[in-house]
């Protein structure tokens, strides 16, 4: 049984069989989805889908690429979208330095905000960070992110930095990239994370993880993912399902 903690099924790539793909993760022993949002149309969305299906949950947030077209407002939509019992994160939120859709400051901002309403609310927040460790950091330590909680989804830093990360109280989430031919660095992460605070993703329909690189991901290629952390943590597959689908459980207080 898997608990995909990081996923996007309001994307259009789902638009022609959308249904059919939920329905075939779920047999295939995907047991748990959270579907993560970069606005507020793809919140609304989450939201619908989680409503649907018993086994889909939703994340509620306005990602860095989106900061840019957000309306003022924004955190007032979001507020109220916390409401629904199966809104149980805020994310994804955080920096984006390799794209700087959005200007930088602007990012900050908007994460702080993120943060802040988070704390407020009590729930654990979905951090997106790719090439801003230390800003990231940083913001995540000035807001008090630890009050709230979470994880680093599609965790990219060093040993160094999932150190720092722990210690505020966050999870690290590992996806596809853990499978590529260049994955020494987060390979040296998943070994430093002790078990209780290691979570997996697929981060579909992108980062599909090998042998699938490049093609439409889905929640079902989670396995390749669990299959690679056994391997570099010496555990069995079914050790590596139950461990991070328990820490998934406890993070989003779902059950
Ligand atoms: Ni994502």
């Known amino acids: 049984m898997f608990f995909d903690s990081h996923a996007h099924y309001y994307d259009e790539q789902y638009n022609a069989d959308r249904n059919e793909v939920l329905k075939k993760v779920y047999d295939s022993g995907v047991k748990y989805i959270l579907s993560a949002s970069s606005d507020v149309a793809s919140a609304i969305e989450n939201i619908s889908l989680a409503r649907q299906f018993d086994f889909v949950y939703a994340a509620v947030g306005i990602h860095p690429h989106n900061v840019i077209d957000a309306d003022n407002d924004f955190i007032s939509a979001l507020a109220d979208f916390t ?16 794209y700087d859709n959005t200007p930088r400051e602007a990012q900050k901002i908007a994460f702080a905000r993120q943060i802040c309403m988070a704390v407020e609310l009590k729930l654990p927040i979905i951090v997106h960070d790719r090439d801003a460790h230390e800003d990231t950091l940083a913001i995540l330590k000035n807001e008090n992110a630890r009050k709230a909680g979470g994880v680093l989804h599609c965790f990219s830093g060093s ?10 109280n966050f999870y690290i989430s590992v996806g596809g990239p853990v499978t590529f031919k260049n994955a020494k660095k987060l390979i040296d992460v998943v070994k430093y994370v002790p078990d209780d605070r290691l979570i997996i993703e697929t981060d579909c329909p992108y980062l599909a993880p090998e042998p699938f690189r490049g093609k439409r991901n889905d929640s079902g290629y ?6 690679k952390i056994a391997e570099i943590k010496d555990r069995t597959l079914d050790e590596i399902a139950q461990i991070t689908t328990a820490n998934a459980k406890r993070l989003f207080n779902i059950d």
């Open 159 to 168: 040993v160094e930095m999932a150190r720092e990360v722990l210690n505020n």
């Open 222 to 227: 989670i396995s390749f993912i669990a299959k």
């Open 83 to 98: 409401a629904f019992p199966k809104v149980v994160a805020i994310g994804e939120i955080g920096l984006d330095y390799f």
